[in-house]
């Protein structure tokens, strides 16, 4: 089966280095918020253009960590979009506050201003745009709209490493962003993590407390904190696969380029490049009518396949039981309905890659 992902062929081909890296922190004696992860967090801020970079457990704590730094909680509601992971979500219930969500562009599946600024209320506090499947909101109109109705703006990057709009990295342009590094990102440890940037000090440094303890000094909780650290590891991992993370983004362009040529005369919809914007291509996502089938006859060909998401926020069994039915989301509803992710994996071989293209093509030839 050719894997939509493949995160051990990265292993595979840096493992010398790797290896190396993970032997360097064995040797160390230090695991914890020592040398390698402040390493990497200057690293990864420089490469992003970013002041500060604050690494957590991971992306979903960026996200909750984030909002208690900038006092968001009960009382309170966030706008993110209904296409998104429930991670979002999530990160937004574990502080009191609640999500409300928003519609999103047919053309990218990105939330918009546009659809934001209707469903604001005088509770609203965030709007965090996703730059979902590795392309860029129109950060540009959320800075204004968040500087005209007051609210605080949080980037979720989780998908986006290395993606920018008008040439200016995401996860810098709002006043936190929040990276994953699971292990199928463009950007990935071995397990979880997670990093916030920033360039604010003061939240930078409130950041750093939260993540441990509240600690201000050694075993002085200043503040009410958790436990949430990169840990050494994981740290000296992405290290070494931060100097190659613009080469695999690039590879996962050409890919990206290849199929939407090869499919330009299919009854398929491709995605696109936002206007002023870029894509990294974290999934390579296309529209199709008869979604099950295709799905089963590239299975059956040992063509894996994913969606993401099958169901909406709206539609998933937690939100339904707090009684926050909330409809309004046509587009959304439509693209959960429609949406495909194909194998875009940047050590996919051409071998696979032309099978991917002619297993798609041989589908439409024969149904």
Known sequence: ??????????????????????????????YILASEVSQFELEFSKFLGSNFG????SGTDALRLSLIALDI????????????SVSTAMAILSVGARPVLSDVSDETSLITAEKAEPIIS??????????????????HSFRELSEIKGLELIEDCAQAHGAQFKGQSVGTIGKVGCFSFYPTKNLSAFGDGGLITTNC????????????NGFSKPQISEIEGVSSRLDEIQAAILRVKLNY????NKIRNRIASAYTSAFSDLPVICPVTPHDGSHVFHQYVIRVQRRDDFIRFLREKHVGTAIHYPLPIHRQPFWRAKG???????????LS??????PIDPFLSDKEQNKVIETVKKFFEEN
């Open 1 to 30: 089966m050719i894997p939509v992902s493949n995160p051990g062929a990265q292993y595979r081909n840096y493992e010398g280095e790797i290896q190396s890296a993970i032997d360097r922190v064995l040797g160390s004696g230090s």
């Open 54 to 57: 604050i690494g957590v457990a």
């Open 73 to 84: 909680g009960p009382g309170k509601e966030v706008i993110i979009p209904a296409m998104t």
């Open 122 to 139: 005088k509770n609203t506090a965030a709007i965090i745009p996703v730059h979902l499947y590795g392309q860029s909101c129109n950060m």
């Open 201 to 212: 000090e003061s939240i930078a440094e409130k950041l750093k407390m939260l993540r441990q």
């Open 245 to 248: 993370l613009e080469k695999m």
């Open 324 to 334: 926050w039915n909330q409809e309004g989301l046509p587009t959304t509803d439509k």
């Open 337 to 342: 309905s429609q949406i495909v992710s194909l």
